[in-house]
């Protein structure tokens, strides 16, 4: 029996079907082929992969999105799973975009060593924790829009209406939006004003309810994820939910606490030149996750002892404030990064689309 050929796989995911190529251990190009996005075209997408040769490692675009299920399909059937990035623009340029070059593209990642990050398992409880989460910053988001489409009704109705609204609190009206009676003559501008206003209060109202549900579920499970991570100073249920969302049910795959702070945008970029010697904000990374170490950075500045006088040093070295902050958030990247993988998370049961191959 010949000897099988070492290949590596290529995948562009899309919505209604995934695009897969193959490459040779020397890069040369041997197949690509579509196929669709349920459990069977899944099936025969890695049996298609496996009939070129011995299968190495599969690299997948959209490890986070559209390839979410492609990964773990393959992932549970011992494949090895690269996350790979979209070209950049100056590929895209040079090689054009269609979706065999995109998929040839992921394998070739993948061989070269650019592509080398390991996809979030997605099958943890920091995935049931993700799903709420997106739920209630919807909410929050829905609802601080409200509040302003109030205040902004207000400034611009009639008269009585306006003034005696306008300097009440936001607690005490929307209370009084909510029950009010504006009316039924909704030709009266004042009329419409009212019924606009009752409207919105009472979207706020259920608002604030989804948000209050959301974060009686989250609490436990936050928890319950990483107990030791909400145990710190200045690390509320928000903040911890968002970091483990960043590492994932699988924080093992990051390298070390410096490719933490990376992915948080916390590592400082150098900015040195000449006799100036400094570093600056990193303005990539997860943006999320960033501003969660922010306000842990504000909180404990506010409330935490050993963060204040190591405030109080800083600026009597004259460190500018800017500076301060990147230097804790640093700080508490490393702290972070220490009870993420210190505290396993629980694997979810497995979904029926994830049917093994044999």
Known sequence: MAEQIAVVGGVDTHTDFHQAAVIDPIGRHLAT???????????????WLRSHGELVAVGVEGTGAYGAQLARFLRSNQVTVIDVDRPDRRARRKNGKCDPVDAYAAATAVLSGRA????????GIVEAIRALRVVRRSAVKSRTQTINQIRTLIITAPADVRERLRTLPTAELIRTLARSRPGTDLTDPACAARTALRRLARRYQYLTEEIADADAELGPLVAQAAPDLVALPGVGTESAAQLLITAGDNPGRLASEASFAHLCAAAPVPASSGRTHRHRLNRGGDRQANNALHMIALVRMRYDTRTQAYVARRTAEGMPKKDILRCLKRFIAREVYKHLTSTPTTPLANSPGLLLVG
Request: hydrophobic share 15%.
């Open 33 to 47: 082929e579509s196929f669709p996005t349920d459990p069977d075209g899944y099936r025969r997408l890695l049996d």
């Open 116 to 123: 080398c990050g390991t996809p979030k398992t997605r099958d």
